[in-house]
């Protein structure tokens, strides 16, 4: 009955008409022009995020924003390279044109953010800890998958099985305490375990934000320690219509990616669509390729929407697909890999791109309508979304899946922004989820269960000339209902029924409290409900080496964090500095005590001890800091360095906690020299020290501390038809063998990946 609701309130919505929001239309002018000379700035981007409006300036600096409101406020922002990113708050019913002087920069900033907040902000104002990962560093990184493009920016680390599948872990938290945002609807994808990855097309990004710190008031559960934030592609201005083919590979796993996108806007009608397509043998170190490690991914997305002066309604849809094999077994004592017949495993066999068993298949379906109405001088923004996700483990057949797991996600997420009142901005919302999870194979990890949650907040910014302070409230209520299997007169699951709730505040502030320099702090509470593996599970995780067995009777948890972040950005020197407190009650972990192991047979007949696993809860104290220095005392020379260390404690035993990643600095120097012809040049390298990781829970070990190098050099031509990127980028150019202390294949003696070197082109048409 409550899925039908929603879906009624989905269908009244889509046929609702129109016109019934419309508002009177106008159009914005404006000129940008620079700072110091006042000559004009042709070229340069300007978009209000709240209306997906952007143009780009002509020949004479000016601009025309078409389909936009005749009242309202909104936050501007303007885009150009070699200069300060400039925002500004307008008022359309008494503005109509704007001249915005900008101030040649060499320092990259990005001012505007929408995650950590109702509405669209600039970034000084945000009293949270929101980092953003823009488009073109992301390509640029080298990464295998989305999670793995960020994993470098302080207070980010990620859990990681192979070169296929990582897992965000933000300030020591990741799992369902980290939630991720795609096409502005939170993923649901079974992300509890440690093998399931991010199921977002990587090429999709166009950039992505990364708040660190606890997010339950404007997100509910499972954003305790973080979000991830997948924003995709800017529309075009009016009258646009462009495309881009991109193209990369990599020398370690032979990774070929390519993605071929095509996007247009025709008065107001919007349009995208993109295919993307991966496939990469198995990983390798020193002279080994790890076997069955490899992967291949193949997706679809698009999007269909209107952009009018009423707001703005876009219907995303995507397919992601993947296979990814799993590794069973480590090496022998002399580092070689055996095949199921116990004989070794030459070079050539061991980089065959068909996998082998065992492997996933993973198929995750998604639409999204993602809307924001003009209601008056306020705002209405919507998201309503769908997802099936159709994860299949095959072991003993490539026929018919071992593990067949049906999770269908119906969410929604009203907010509605009104007028300001002052420089008052309250906002309140409500979000929910239906989830209804199905096994379909004969062999179980979880039960099937169904889970119904709702939530509601209310939200206030105060805006003063020089920063904001704010404050906000929140209740959410979960049930989730675990059901009874019996399976060839074994017992494997007993049913339950929980109940959680929990109240959420959070105040914060961000002050300039000197020219250029700006104060953070935000004290707040997190809620998350415990997951349905920590609940429910019983059996052998595949890909994790261990069996599982979960607690019923565990309790929600909750957590208060204290945060404090100070920056300075100056015209040749940016400083950051971050530190937070974060107590969390309740806090459930797996442990493996007392050495417990239950004993498995495999497909071939021979049988051995897994470690067995099970979820207690402690309460636990995190603290850390991140710093980051940049330094451009020469125009085309870029110094980076950043340092992160989290330190958790379990505060029952005194002891430290399990997964926690090992403190790392971070240095880069980058050169980018004026060449005629080509634009945005550079070469740099990169130092990455991992220090030891010497806090570790029983059941773990210590991991020691390692030395990365790193490198990269690109350029970018101008054509008829826009800009073509060209890239190089070197990883561990040392071959250097190393464990993460996050990686799920260390317990087996399988280091992480060895030097890598990925070719990349982007070239526009159309």
């Known amino acids: 009955m409550k899925r039908l609701h929603l879906l009624l309130f989905i269908a009244l919505y889509l046929f609702f008409p129109v016109s019934t929001f419309a508002s009177e239309m106008a159009q914005f002018r404006g000129k940008v022009v620079d700072a110091s000379t006042q000559a004009p700035l042709p070229g340069a981007t300007i978009y209000i995020t709240d209306l997906k409006a952007i143009t780009i300036t002509n020949n004479q600096g000016e601009f025309i924003l078409k389909n936009v409101p005749a009242k309202g406020k909104f936050l501007l922002e303007v885009r150009f390279v070699g200069y300060k990113t400039y925002s500004v708050l307008v008022d359309l019913a008494t503005q109509n044109s704007l001249t915005i002087d900008l101030s040649p920069s060499i320092i990259e900033s990005a001012e505007v953010v929408i995650t950590g907040s109702p509405f669209s902000s600039n970034n000084k104002t945000n009293s949270l800890s929101v980092v953003t990962v823009g488009k073109t560093k992301l390509a640029q990184s080298g990464g295998t998958n989305l999670i ?3 994993a470098k920016i302080p207070g980010i680390s990620q859990v990681s099985t192979g070169g296929a599948i990582s897992k965000p872990i933000i300030r020591g938290l990741g799992y369902n305490r980290v939630l991720t945002m795609v096409d502005g609807a939170r993923e649901e994808s079974q992300q509890w375990g440690d093998e399931h990855g991010v199921v ?53 796993n032979g990774l070929t990616a390519s993605s071929l996108m095509l996007q247009g806007n025709e008065d107001g009608f919007v349009y995208r669509g993109r295919t993307s397509y991966k496939n990469a043998f198995g990983f390798g170190y020193k002279d080994i390729t790890v076997p069955n490690s490899g992967f291949n991914e193949m997706n679809f997305n698009g999007m269909l929407g209107l952009n009018k002066s009423w707001g703005y309604s876009h219907l995303t849809f995507s397919r992601f697909h993947t296979n990814v094999g799993l590794v069973e077994e480590g090496p022998d004592e002399q580092g070689r890999f055996m095949n199921h017949d116990g004989e070794v495993l030459s070079q050539s066999e061991a980089k065959e791109r068909r996998l082998d068993l065992p492997f996933q298949n993973i198929t ?15 705002q209405l923004k919507t998201v309503f979304a769908f997802q099936t996700n159709i994860r299949k483990e095959f072991e003993e057949s490539a026929q018919e899946p071992g593990l ?13 922004n009104f007028p300001a009142i002052g420089q008052w901005q309250p906002a309140i919302g409500i979000q929910g989820m239906y989830q209804d999870n199905v096994n379909k194979g004969e062999e179980f990890l979880i039960p ?23 404050a906000g409230l929140r209740y959410d209520y979960k049930k989730v209902n675990g059901k009874d299997l019996n399976f060839d007169g074994e017992q494997i699951f007993t049913g339950f029924s929980n109940e959680f709730s929990n109240v959420s505040a959070s105040l914060g502030f961000a002050f300039e409290i000197a020219k250029n320099m700006v104060l953070k702090g935000n004290a707040g509470s997190g809620f998350r409900a415990p997951n349905i593996a920590e609940l429910g599970a019983n059996g052998r995780h595949e890909g994790t080496f261990r069996y599982e067995i979960g607690n019923s009777d565990l309790k929600q948890e909750t957590s208060l964090q204290f945060d404090l972040g100070l920056e300075y950005t100056a015209e040749s020197v940016t400083f950051g500095l971050n530190a937070y407190a974060n107590r969390i009650f309740n806090y459930i972990y797996p442990g493996n005590f007392n050495e417990e192991t239950m004993p498995f047979q495999d497909e071939d007949g021979s049988s051995h001890d897994l470690p067995v696993y099970r979820y207690v809860q402690t309460n636990a104290d995190l603290v850390g800091a991140e710093a980051s220095v940049d330094f451009h005392l020469v125009k085309s020379l870029h ?17 430290p906690l399990p997964f926690i990643p090992a403190a790392s600095i971070n240095n880069d120097i980058k050169f980018e020299p004026n060449i005629k012809g080509f634009l945005d040049s550079y070469i740099k390298v990169g130092v990455t020290n991992v220090l030891k990781q010497g806090r570790f829970d029983s059941f773990e070990t210590q991991t020691n501390g390692y030395t990365l190098l ?19 980028t070197g990883q561990n150019l040392l071959n250097k063998e190393y464990y993460n202390h996050l990686s799920r294949y260390k317990p087996v003696g399988i280091y992480n990946p060895g030097r890598n070197v990925t070719f990349g082109i982007s070239v526009p048409f159309l």
């Open 448 to 470: 099937d269960y169904n889970s119904n949650n709702i939530g509601a907040f209310a939200y206030l910014k105060r805006n003063f000339t020089k920063g904001a302070i704010n």
């Open 364 to 378: 995750h379906y998604r639409t999204a309508l993602n809307s924001n109405i003009i209601l008056g001088k306020g």
């Open 200 to 252: 977002a097309d990587q090429f999709s990004a166009a950039r992505i934000e990364i708040l660190k710190g606890p997010a339950s008031l404007l997100y509910g559960s499972d954003a305790l320690g973080g979000v991830i934030n997948v924003i995709d592609e800017l529309v075009p201005a009016p009258g646009v219509h462009n495309g881009t083919f991109t193209s990369t590979y990599s020398t370690n």
């Open 710 to 728: 790193d490198a990269g050099i690109g350029t970018t031509i101008t054509t008829g038809k826009g800009k073509l990127n060209i890239w190089v």
């Open 404 to 416: 067949n797991l049906n999770l269908k996600s119906y969410t929604y997420d009203v907010k509605y």
């Open 148 to 150: 793995d493009a960020i």
């Open 639 to 655: 110094f980076e360095n950043s340092f992160s260390y989290t330190r958790g404690v379990n505060r029952a035993t005194d002891q």
